[in-house]
């Protein structure tokens, strides 16, 4: 097998799981809320002390979502995720394999062209920053049958997690609750405040020559389009600007603030009852871990359960 074949194998089996129930309903979450003006692209492996210190001075709309019952899940998320990774590596090693377990990547954190930190994204105009991919650099030159053992591993320990019924417990609440917070966190634009700072932007933007009533609306004309182009970079540059301006995140963050307050409010004994349920998951996670650390193999396959077939490895391992 080539190594571009064999990359592209292994980066099959690392898409098994690498965002799993709550982690990819996490990011429906941010798809649905207006997670920061424009709805631009998440932040990735984000350190989020360096975001929550520059909060105050450059509001990124959509803070609010940092004391939400679901901030916790990704820390549940990671858990499960090292979880997977610990188990295809007992189980490759049972097989005659090293594998090193990859590492978590947090695409979660909140995003906003306004972070100082992120002024580079401003060269990605309206289209998302490519998510950085999972380094797989320590499994990536290996034999065949590596691969081949890797998939039926990912398998078996993917059902292994599957035995934390909470989790999926988790990600139904969540399904539920997103269609609410999405409903409260709307309005913005209708507000004497919405009204005036779009038509501040917008005037703004006129000015320097982009003619666009709203961010939304440079970001619906050039969000498709197949490549970033130097007008759309200099659009994006404008909006940066003219956000400054007229305030216009900042007073969209107050909003959602005021009316994440008022939802959290409304829906106290639902937070309440997915908080403990988050609780009682990473108590689950925690178990399985003790129980693969202690079981091993023995773990990943209980009596009655049919291990993955995968072809005997005639490779010595890696050293």
Known sequence: MNPELKSSKFQEIQAKLSRNRVAGTLLALCA??????????????????????????????????YGA?????????????????????????????????????????????????????????????????PDTSDNDSQPPEFFEAGSGCADLASAFIDDTPVSLAIATRLDAMIPDVDRAMAGYEATSDGRAGMAEWSKCMQERGHDFASPEAAQQQFGSDSDVSDEEIAVRKADYECDKIAKLTESRSKFEAAAYAS????????????????????????????????????ALTPPGSVPPVSSESTVAPPS
Not at 48 to 57: D, L, P, Q, T, Y
Not at 90 to 113: E, L, Q, T, W
Not at 271 to 296: F, P, Q, R
């Open 32 to 65: 649905l809320s207006a997670c920061s003006t424009g709805k631009e692209p998440k932040q990735a492996s984000a350190d989020r002390e360096s975001i929550g210190r520059v909060v105050n001075a450059w509001p990124i709309g959509g803070e609010w979502r």
């Open 69 to 133: 019952p679901w901030a916790s899940t990704t820390d549940l998320s990671s858990a499960e995720y090292r979880l997977w990774q610990n188990g295809i590596a007992v189980c490759m090693a049972d097989k005659g394999f090293r594998y090193v377990p990859v590492v978590y990547i947090d695409s979660d954190d909140i995003y906003s062209i306004l972070n100082p930190l992120n002024a580079d994204w401003l060269s990605y105009g309206y289209h998302e920053r490519p998510e950085p991919e």
């Open 263 to 298: 939802w959290a409010e409304l829906n106290a004994e639902a937070i309440k009852e997915l908080m403990d349920l988050e609780d009682k998951a990473m108590n689950e996670v925690a178990m399985l871990t003790t129980k693969l650390n202690a079981e091993g193999m023995d």
